[in-house]
């Protein structure tokens, strides 16, 4: 057995996707093994979220991240020095105890996360495996599933200036027979939407993610652009390529009112939910992510009630990656799939309990990047080392998005004859008439 035993922990200040700083992570291992991370960020984040710590004050808008590296460096190596790596549970455990508040605060969900992901690379690396592989234990040897991809091709909400309220309009592709084939109907999708925005002279650049940049009349216009989009390229929507939603509703709306400034109309609850559903009637929609507020378990339940039957209703900002969360809402049906976003939790052991518990609770479960992204592929390693139904990691430009999607493309060729891919029983409204 190799010796994972920590050696040393190092934090770096290095910049993410929107140039701003974050926090870099590398654990090296009695043996000499080296793992490496870097935390992410999100814009539209939910408030019951680890906490991305942030000095303040006046250098890069406030937004560095000098307090979360001396948290590694004074607090969080000395304490794991000596501890093993491949213990993930018990460095958890032990990461969340030093901090000792109920969301990361006093650390900083960026600090704990980018060590724990290094830990984990650290461990599989001193074993010589790949990441995913070292996750997937004793089952990596048989059939390995292949995550379905999730592709936001327009950008909007908080990561394009709110142009359009609703946050990511993406693709899925239910009819493709495996990861790359996927890819392959999506660029296509892509460069098809590109040619419309041109056509219209609409086309201004990509958003945060790498979507195009939404210049639309209203919200509707660009689900019917993207329904446009995929049968432009030769794809039957709804059937081979299918349209998913972002709402991101926590941005627009709070205690059960929805005010949309594009549309610019406010909603009550019943009204915003109608709302939803009837986009779900009239376009090909087989997935909605956060179509109520963050602080509306109510109107999640009601547009379950009212469209679970035909689309995947996804809690992200409503479930902030929490086992207890996602247990309250199997219970109160409020939704049907879970967004598995690590630095929402903090640590790997906490972001896996979440899974598990989506899991049991007959959730679909879709592990996803931050719109605040660098070259760390491991979120795509934890997407097939768990076997998670799906994965978002934005658009399909820009090379911090470019890089997960090319990692799986590896990941999916290294298994040949092993890889297999699911996509056509994801989507509860799949083969209705
Ligand atoms: P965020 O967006 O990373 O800005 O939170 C991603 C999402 O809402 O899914
Ligand atoms: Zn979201």
């Known amino acids: 057995m190799p010796d994972s035993t920590i050696r040393h922990v190092h934090a770096r200040r290095v910049w993410d996707s929107r140039g701003r700083p974050t926090v870099e992570a590398e654990v090296t291992t009695a043996g000499g093994a080296v793992g490496r991370a870097i935390a992410p ?13 942030r000095d303040g004050g006046t250098a ?6 000098r307090g979360a590296l001396a948290a590694i460096r004074d607090e969080i190596a000395p304490a794991i020095a000596g501890m093993d790596a491949a213990g993930q549970a018990a460095l958890d455990a032990r990461l969340i105890e030093l901090d000792g508040t109920a969301n990361k605060a006093r650390l900083g969900g960026n600090a704990t996360i980018a060590v724990s992901m290094a830990a984990a690379h650290a461990t599989a690396a001193a074993h010589g495996l790949p990441l995913w592989r070292w996750l997937a234990g004793d089952g990596a040897d048989g ?18 200036d709110a142009r359009v309220d609703l946050q990511d309009f993406m693709v899925v592709c239910p009819g493709a027979e495996n990861f ?3 890819l392959d109907w999506t660029a296509e999708v892509y460069r098809a939407a590109g040619a419309l925005m041109a056509a219209a002279g609409k086309r201004q650049g990509v958003a945060d993610e790498g979507g195009w940049w939404p210049v639309f009349a209203d919200n509707e216009e660009a689900i019917a652009t993207l329904a446009l989009a995929i049968e432009r390229a030769g794809f039957r929507a709804g059937e081979q390529v299918a349209i998913a939603l972002d709402v991101a509703a926590t941005q627009f709306g709070r205690d059960g009112a929805y005010r949309l400034r594009l549309d610019e109309r406010d909603y009550d609850r019943g009204e915003w939910a109608e709302r939803v559903a009837g986009w779900v009637a009239r376009h090909p929609i087989v997935s909605v992510e956060d179509p109520m507020a963050e602080d509306d378990p109510a109107g999640m339940a009601q547009v379950t009630a009212a ?34 976003k690590p630095n929402q939790a903090g640590t790997l052991t906490e972001t896996r309990a979440a899974l598990d518990a989506a899991r049991a609770a007959g959730m679909r479960t879709i592990v996803s990047a931050r719109s605040g992204e660098t070259e760390d592929v491991t979120v795509v390693h934890l997407a097939v080392g768990w076997q998670a139904d799906q994965l978002k990691v934005g658009s399909f430009a820009r090379s911090e998005r470019m890089a997960k999607w090319n990692e799986a493309l590896r990941i999916e060729e290294g298994l040949g004859e092993r890889a297999r891919f ?3 029983q994801i989507f509860p409204g799949q083969g209705r008439p």
């Open 180 to 182: 790359a084939q996927a």
């Open 143 to 160: 059939p390995v599933v292949m995550p379905l991809p999730e592709i936001q091709i327009f950008g909007g909400g908080a990561h394009a």
């Open 422 to 424: 699911r996509a056509g």
């Open 41 to 53: 960020a999100g814009a539209s984040t939910g408030s019951g979220e680890a906490v991305d710590r």
């Open 307 to 340: 469209i679970g039957d035909r689309a995947l209703v996804v809690g992200d900002d409503f479930l902030v990656t929490s086992a207890a969360r996602i247990e309250a809402a199997a219970r109160d049906r409020a939704c049907t799939a879970a967004l598995i």
């Open 60 to 65: 890069f808008g406030g937004l560095d991240v």
